[in-house]
């Protein structure tokens, strides 16, 4: 008999070695773990376990209209795959809204949607496409394959213009009783991006009246065209401003220009950036003193920056300046100084804080003598509307 034990002592702690370990667990019942033993060899100089790495699989199954990016973390993000420009990522995802990541932070790119992608020389490719590390394959039948260092930008391809971005501002104030009161201030952007360009136009109005008689009429609009030379140089084929304020005794300011800029910084939603051209001015007054001319033109130098900051991710700030200065005489400047800030609300709407200073350095006086101040300061607080 005590052999027999001996035995099925020792075939006891075999399988203990061997086979699935038990212990016990929460109101007493047996937890069975199906990983095997450690070895030796799979012991850590430190004497802890190593394991493999997980490696989470490639997406399968998707829809025709998801886009897919791995980041070098090893996670997979759907969505719609919005642009790569500037060595920067947009991506919206279907669980996490807008984000963006650096260009190198991006290990593998899946778009089943026809997309335009610049290269380094200038060429334009159209088709779908698919990064793998340091490769970049365009379309589906004969794909092209790409060095990822060549690649400028990637955007998505409609109708030449593949983007198309907008934002919308109203602000109105009504006051009633011992006050009578009304104030409107309205602003719009549009954007049209191609792979290699861009096309911007402003407009920015200001109405307000009081018992009757109105205290502010001013408008700005502005459009320019970018052609990207390199990820951070481009040039101005053409740009103009045009500018009307009464009570600046301005009936139309218009400047037409050209020239080059440099983004100096971008990383997603912070940039900064410059330009400047020469450009030609135009003015007319509402009204003159008796021998100044009401209408002149004259050649001047155009200079202009922007500055974008995320500070968190509901609240974003920018700063657009712009000073025009003429070759003749260089005192007799105008600026704008346009700040934002952008504060989340739900959605695609925000509430902005928009603070605005034009200056003349140089008013005219109207035909009673009336000089008006050369600064106007606005602050306008509205619901502001991104599509």
């Not at 136009?201 to 052609?227: C, I, K, L, M, P």
């Not at 135009?282 to 209408?295: F, L, M």
Request: proline share 5%; aromatic share 10%; with cysteine.
């Amino acid at each position: 008999m005590r052999g027999v034990a001996s035995i099925l002592i020792a075939l006891a702690a075999l399988a203990a070695c061997t086979g699935p370990t038990r212990r016990t667990g929460l109101l007493g019942r047996e937890i069975e773990s199906l990983d095997h033993p450690t070895t030796e060899s799979e012991r850590t100089p430190s004497g802890e376990q190593e394991r493999p790495a997980f490696v989470p699989q490639a997406p399968t199954g998707a829809r025709l209209t998801d886009d897919w990016i791995q980041l070098t973390s090893n996670e997979w993000l759907m969505g719609t795959f919005e642009s790569l420009r500037r060595d920067t990522v947009e991506f919206d995802s279907d669980k996490l809204g807008d984000v963006s990541f650096d260009w190198d932070d991006v290990r593998e790119v899946r778009c089943k949607r026809p997309m335009l992608v610049l290269l380094d020389d200038g060429t334009v490719l159209e088709g779908s496409v698919r990064l793998i590390g340091d490769s970049l394959l365009i379309g589906n039948m004969e794909p092209r394959r790409i060095s990822r260092s060549r690649i400028q930008a990637i955007i998505p391809e409609s109708d030449g213009l593949a983007l198309w971005r907008g934002r919308f501002t109203l602000s109105s104030t009504t006051r009633s009783g011992n006050t009578d009161q009304s104030d409107v201030s309205m602003y719009a952007f549009l954007r049209a991006e191609s792979a290699a360009a861009r096309w911007d136009t402003t407009y920015n109005g200001n109405w307000s009246e009081s018992r009757g008689t109105q205290t502010a009429n001013s408008h700005r609009a502005t459009t320019r065209f970018d052609v990207y030379l390199s990820p951070q140089l481009y040039v101005v084929p053409f740009g103009a401003d045009a500018f009307r304020d009464p009570f600046q005794n301005l009936a139309i300011r218009t400047t037409t220009y050209a020239g080059a800029g440099y983004d100096i910084y971008s990383d997603g939603d912070d940039e900064l950036s410059v330009f400047v051209g020469p450009a030609w001015l135009y003015e007319r007054r509402d009204s003159v003193a008796a021998g100044d001319e009401q209408a002149t033109s004259r050649a001047a130098a155009v200079l202009g920056s922007r500055l974008a900051w995320e500070v968190t991710s509901d609240i974003d700030f920018s700063i657009d300046y712009r000073i025009t200065s003429p070759f003749d005489e260089p005192a007799a400047w105008n600026h704008n100084l346009t700040t934002v800030l952008s504060i989340d609300l739900i959605d695609d709407f925000d509430l902005d804080i928009r603070f605005v200073w034009d200056r003349v350095n140089r008013p005219t006086a109207d035909d009673n003598g009336v000089i008006p101040q050369p600064d106007d300061f606005r602050t306008v607080i509205g619901v502001a509307y991104s599509f």
